[in-house]
């Protein structure tokens, strides 16, 4: 099955500063690719999702790069905020492949947005 | 809609006593996820169901847990006889769609279960 390592587990940065996490990947048929944020208390919520015919995406201070032949997938938060602070965490699945959309989610990342 | 709609919020129970979560998809969803997550494992898939059938229960841990989803807007999630290590946040989230139509996955805010 599906396997997704990232990292880093925790970053640190100064608001303002950019943060990148990234994501690898094990099952070459995966073709679709969301990041979630969870909030202190709360479900994960979906903030961005890439599939597999696209290179790259981005929506205001948030942009995922995907690398197919490298098998790896990064979050880059541009000019960050104390409430960027949050858990984040990758994801990968086949949604050709079943019905329904099995994923298959990284470790998560703890990202500290510092004042 | 009010979203996922998960019960209890946070349950307390000493070991071997019958644990039940409820979840309320949102209306329409037709698909639907239960996730635990714990500070060692991360996110894992337990089951899901797609029009109320279900599709890979691989991820249950064992023959202790059980899921249902008796009509297409309720699921629940049992352990029997629970352990200290079922103890975890549990959640419970709802999709629309499949294949190239796949949609987000809404997450219910979770149930938080403290085996003794």
């Known amino acids: 099955g599906e396997n997704v390592e990232q990292h880093p587990s925790t970053l640190s940065v100064q608001e303002g500063d950019s943060a990148v996490i990234k994501c690898t990947y094990s099952?070459?048929?995966?073709?679709?690719f969301p990041w979630y944020k969870q909030e202190l208390g709360k479900g994960p919520q979906l903030i961005i999702d890439i599939r597999s015919n696209v290179g790259e995406k981005k929506d205001q201070r948030i942009a995922v790069t995907l690398n197919k032949t490298a098998k790896h997938f990064s979050l880059h938060i541009t000019e960050t905020q104390p409430e960027d602070s949050a858990v984040y965490f990758c994801?990968?699945?086949?949604?050709?492949?079943?019905?329904?959309?099995?994923?298959?989610f990284g470790g998560g990342t703890r990202v500290l947005v510092k004042p | 809609d009010a979203g996922v709609i998960q019960s209890p919020r946070h349950e307390v129970t000493e070991m071997g006593q019958e644990v039940t979560l409820r979840c309320k998809l949102i209306s329409g969803h037709n698909s639907l996820f239960w996730y635990r997550q714990t500070m060692m494992r991360g996110l894992e898939l337990l089951i899901y169901?797609?029009?109320?059938?279900?599709?890979?229960d691989s991820g249950m841990p064992e023959d202790r847990f059980s899921a249902k989803m008796p009509n297409a807007s309720f699921s629940t999630l049992k352990i029997q006889p629970s352990e200290p290590r079922d103890s975890a946040v549990y959640f419970c989230?709802?999709?629309?769609?499949?294949?190239?139509?796949?949609?987000?996955?809404?997450f219910g805010e979770g149930s938080r279960l403290t085996v003794l």
């Open positions: 099952d070459s048929a995966s073709n679709y």
């Open positions: 989230a709802s999709s629309l769609g499949q294949g190239l139509n796949t949609g987000e996955l809404f």
């Open positions: 169901f797609n029009n109320n059938v279900p599709i890979d």
């Open positions: 994801a990968a699945s086949n949604i050709l492949k079943a019905a329904g959309n099995k994923l298959t």
